[in-house]
């Protein structure tokens, strides 16, 4: 049972994941976890999609930090404009400009056009791919047999009429999906099993005043996928693949898809 002065809060869930419980709290938690399977399996997943997304993005955070970025250089790089006072000027202008810009595109329900929108749809993507992949106990929100009633979901939602595509002939067998959450709204996430329990998502997202842009390669630490923008949606395909693989997934996916706008 919880502390009746100081219950228990999703904040101290989060605290004890990350090792930042204060000493007093942690039995606390433990006899409330212990009370509770319910939300003890939903912490077990949590610590489970935080070990995922460490893994995944590993190899970048052991890279060393770039030159450019050190302390030194950068005190170097302050000393520099501030002696030339028109630089200083165009400089400030050019942050505001782009920090300005910035700022808007990344506000929720704003979203950026052209090369800008492909890489946040592919940062959706693969983040919602990193953290649904890695759970073997639900990876799905409905499986494989609610195939219909998640297309019918999905399709609400988006306000797009979007099915699951039939990747059987590449040897992936269709396991389920889910309505995942992003900054620009709800998207829709298919999750496919293939050799070697090699998992594949398919992600869709709508991006009405993105433009249409051709499939494009993209690459995040250890994980690729193609993406690509039709008729004001963004489409992502994304595995640990080869990139001609990938590829040529992609492609057969967006003929699959293209059939049902």
Sequence with gaps: MSDPVHPIAEEDLHAGIDGQLAADRQPIVSRYLQDHPDIARKVAAWREQRDALRAAFAAIAAEPIPSRLLMDRLLQHRITRRSVIWRMAASALLAF???GAAGWFLRPGVQPPGTAAITLLAQQA?????VYTAD?????????QQRDDLARWVSNRLNHQVVPPDLSADGFSYMGGRLAATPDGPAGLFMYDGPQSVRLTVFVLPLKTAGEKPIQRVDFADVDGCAWIDKGIGYAVVGKLPPSELRRIAEGVRQQLSRTT
């Design 126 to 130: 693969v983040s919602n791919h990193v």
């Design 97 to 99: 400009g782009l920090g």
């Design 136 to 144: 073997r106990r639900r990876p799905t929100e409905l499986g494989a």
